[in-house]
């Protein structure tokens, strides 16, 4: 099969036949329909995440049909769609999958990341961490809902449900999902991008953001909460000056440069600082169950499997408006 594969950090991805995988018990062997390049993909291959398995095939945002099921699995059939996000296994009895946050899990596999992922035509997922999906969720354009939307469904369920104005740090491809999301539910989006990005802006306020501005502005009303997906620490202090008094500032992504030093003031009243880690399979769950009552659109540019490296130097340069995505046709 055709597969994108990762020799060594801060190298360019090889495109080349490797063999299919084979289906080992309690997996699926599934044809890749399309692939999601999600921002972490960037950080596993600039090496800022450091323990990638070697060689690597990325890419955890999968849409695909079961082609075999392993032995031991019930519940899917052959030519089922379903999805294969981050999270690829957990241990299953640790203190933190025993208490339901088996995101914490000190043994768990990532897709893309330690296992196998989907910048390939056939992958291999264990059957219990796949998602079955609605048939119209199949185009390729929904890929990235199963880390954009998922990671961006687990930090907004971290935001008060009784909060109106809700910022947005880096405006790509979780933001734009999220956003239609709160809106639908009648909350009001304020937008941050980088400095004089008028497109990002303009792209923000047809998702329909009421504010969207620079980083480094306080915007027209205060906050209740933030979040920030761009891996830029210093939007930290900026987003705590934003926010009311109790308000929360959730860290949304896997990897974020050094947070530098502030005052106490921007913390003081009972504001509060949270970060993300991964995501529960019943947050997958309970996050496509809201998209089938709130229908959201992907914008989506879509790039054949071998022109990843073209995607990805995209993303890294802040040239994809929402996300990328690859195809195996």
């Not at 990005?197 to 909460?225: H, K």
């Not at 659109?297 to 340069?317: D, K």
């Not at 408006?321 to 046709?329: C, I, T």
């Amino acid at each position: 099969m055709n597969a994108m594969v990762m020799e060594a950090p801060g190298k360019p991805l090889n495109y080349r036949q490797v063999p299919v995988p084979e289906v080992g018990p309690g997996q699926l062997l599934l044809k890749v329909i399309a692939c999601g390049i999600c921002r972490t993909d960037l950080h596993i291959l600039d090496g800022e995440l450091a323990q990638p398995k070697l060689p690597l095939i990325p890419g955890h945002e999968i849409i695909a049909r079961v082609v075999i099921l392993g032995s031991g699995v019930s519940g899917f059939k052959p030519a089922e769609l379903v999805g294969v996000a981050w999270m690829g296994g957990t241990c299953g009895h640790c203190k933190y999958c025993s208490n339901g946050r088996e995101n914490l899990c000190d043994n768990a596999s990532y897709t893309g990341y330690t296992i196998d992922g989907g910048y390939a035509e056939y992958t291999v997922a264990m059957a219990d961490y796949c998602y079955k999906l609605e048939e119209k969720l199949g185009q390729a354009a929904f890929a990235p809902l199963l880390c954009a939307g998922l990671i961006g469904y687990r930090s907004y369920s971290m935001v008060d449900k009784g909060a109106s104005n809700i910022g947005i740090y880096g405006f790509g491809a979780a933001a734009h999902i999220l956003t239609q999301i709160a809106v639908a539910r009648g909350q009001h989006v304020f937008a941050f991008t980088r400095q004089r990005d008028d497109v990002a802006q303009r792209f923000a306020r047809n998702e329909g953001a009421c504010w969207a501005g620079d980083s480094g502005q306080l915007p027209p009303e205060r906050l209740d909460a933030a979040i920030i997906f761009a891996p830029a620490g210093e939007l930290l202090p900026k987003a705590l000056e934003a926010v009311d008094k109790g308000g929360v500032v959730i860290c949304g992504g896997i990897h974020m440069t050094d947070i530098p030093a502030f005052p106490y003031r921007l913390l003081w009243e009972e504001r509060l600082v949270r970060s993300v880690a991964n995501l529960t399979r019943a947050d997958g769950h309970n996050f496509f169950k809201i998209i089938s009552r709130i229908p959201v659109q992907v914008n989506a540019t879509i790039f054949p499997l071998q022109q990843a490296n073209e995607a990805l130097r995209l993303l890294r340069n802040g040239q994809i408006q929402g996300a990328a995505v690859l195809v195996m046709d």
